[in-house]
């Protein structure tokens, strides 16, 4: 079993920055890649970004690319994404999730277990 808790979501003007965060437990952190997805009110959850167990290989959502980046510390058993130039269509609750391989997919079938999320919401 994996325990996944989110940090750092909030209320920000467009523009601005977040950082959030993934405490994760339970399993060996480098063994599995993680990924953060994201739910707006009345849509689908969406792939974010993703990243390999090792931290070497990223992957990104193409509306995400160049304003956010994901990385992790597995001595720490964190993940992280940088939110840069956040735009109002970026408000959403946020989840870090865990992935079942070593490398990351960007379906939602792809991981098996899920933080509870945190709101993100971007003011125009």
């Known amino acids: 079993q994996v325990q996944l808790v989110e940090s750092g979501g909030g209320l920000v003007q467009a523009g601005a920055s977040l950082r959030l965060s993934c405490a994760a437990s339970?399993?060996?952190?480098?063994?599995?890649?993680m990924g953060w997805f994201r739910q707006a009110p009345g849509k689908e959850r969406e792939f974010v970004a993703a990243?390999?167990?090792?931290?070497?290989?990223?992957f990104y959502e193409d509306s995400v690319k160049g304003r956010f980046s994901i990385s992790r510390d597995n001595a720490k058993n964190t993940l992280s994404l940088q939110m840069n130039s956040l735009k109002p269509e970026d408000t959403a609750v946020y989840y870090c999730?865990?992935?079942?391989?070593?490398?990351?997919?960007?379906?939602?079938?792809?991981?098996?277990?899920w933080g509870q999320g945190t709101q993100v919401t971007v003011s125009s």
């Open positions: 999730a865990a992935g079942a391989t070593f490398i990351p997919g960007k379906s939602l079938h792809d991981y098996d277990h």
């Open positions: 990243i390999s167990g090792s931290g070497r290989s990223t």
């Open positions: 339970g399993r060996t952190f480098s063994s599995y890649g």
